[in-house]
């Protein structure tokens, strides 16, 4: 009985140590508060994000306000044509030692940090893309087939650009699926509007101060893992995942008519995880319907290769997904 109440003090606890993360963040970043919760789900399920948004929106704001948040380190890598997978891991340079001779040093690249902002990923070839892949799965970066592991807690913050995309090589499906969710930031609201332009073009400057550590950010990633999933819960996962598949008998009309792949195993274990980080956000030491279904579009959205019917129709992902939530909703009202 003692143990049982020291961990719900536990979780508590913890819930009140990531509402004041986000109360800090959302009285520094003016609106998008959806795309926030995402970001620190993500964060503290220990994954890594992509988000896709219009210039100018505060993407590159909002992650580097998260760095100094967590008192984490932050590079930011500028993604172009020309970048070199070297650029971003580092390389081994021939330099003088202590005696005078030369030897040769490694010297890291801006991968080296705890948040690492990619910024307009899709401007990079395939090959530095590629270079990214390592340290998203693995968190280690090879060298000259030397390996070295990178700082822990490691997340990568990708950012692309939908529209503008002449001279862009979109991300192979294989380095999508390493992204836990996929954040669309939208325009903000005219009184947003009005609010960011008080805030930034007057005297005073808002300040962020330090709410958590590296330390912290490891043990709540810990303690989201420990958050129970019922039985029932769990089939419901694994039913919305399966009902992503077009071949599958349970999938929804429009699955069948819209998709040509959908998600895989990988999906699943970010839907549970992302599912369990939002009951912890809410003091909760279970997962519920609510907490799958309110991760499932952002987790899932880049997980679903439309046909060419889908594209041409102009049918989006968010709207399918919707069609197999509703059905999941279903499915669990009659368990």
């Known amino acids: 009985m003692t143990q049982l109440k020291e961990k719900e003090t536990q979780f508590i606890t913890a819930a009140e140590q990531l509402k004041s993360v986000k109360q800090e963040l959302m009285n520094f970043i003016v609106g998008q508060e959806e795309v926030i919760d995402q970001v ?25 306000s998260i760095a100094s948040c967590l008192d984490l380190s932050f590079n930011r890598i500028q993604f172009t044509p020309d970048l070199m997978p070297s650029d971003i891991t580092g390389t081994i340079i021939l330099q ?37 892949l390592e340290a998203m799965a693995e968190q280690t970066v090879t060298v000259m087939g030397s390996t070295k592991q990178l700082s822990m807690p490691f997340f990568v913050l990708a950012t692309q650009n939908p529209i503008d995309m002449e001279g862009t090589y979109p991300l192979p499906e294989a380095q999508m699926d390493r992204f836990i ?44 893992k420990e958050i129970l999933v019922s039985d029932d819960l769990l089939n419901a996962a694994v039913s919305m995942i399966d009902a992503t598949h077009p071949a599958s008998a349970d999938a929804p009309e429009r699955i069948k008519q819209y998709v040509q792949f959908g998600s895989g195993p990988r999906g699943l274990q970010s839907l549970i995880q992302m599912a369990k980080t939002r009951a912890l956000f809410a003091g909760r030491y279970h997962i519920s319907i609510g907490d799958l279904k ?42």
């Open 40 to 64: 620190l789900w993500s964060i503290f399920s220990g994954g890594h994000t992509l988000l896709e948004g219009l210039p100018g929106l505060g993407k590159t704001m909002l992650v580097r």
């Open 181 to 224: 969710c996929k954040v669309h930031v939208d325009y903000p609201t005219k009184a947003e509007l009005k609010e960011i332009a008080l805030r930034t073009t007057g005297i005073k400057v808002p300040q962020l101060n330090k709410i958590l550590g590296s330390s912290d950010v490891l043990a709540l990633q810990q303690l989201s």
């Open 96 to 132: 003088p030692g202590t005696d005078g001779r030369q030897e040769f040093a490694f010297h890291e690249g801006p991968l080296f940090g705890h948040i690492i902002l990619a910024d307009e990923i899709n401007r990079a070839t395939p090959k530095t893309q590629s270079s990214l």
């Open 294 to 335: 309110r991760t499932a579009i952002p987790v899932l959205r880049h997980r679903l290769l439309l046909n060419f019917e889908g594209e041409a129709n102009g049918v989006t992902p968010d709207d399918l997904i919707a069609d197999v939530l509703e059905q999941a909703g279903k499915d669990v009202s009659q368990r």
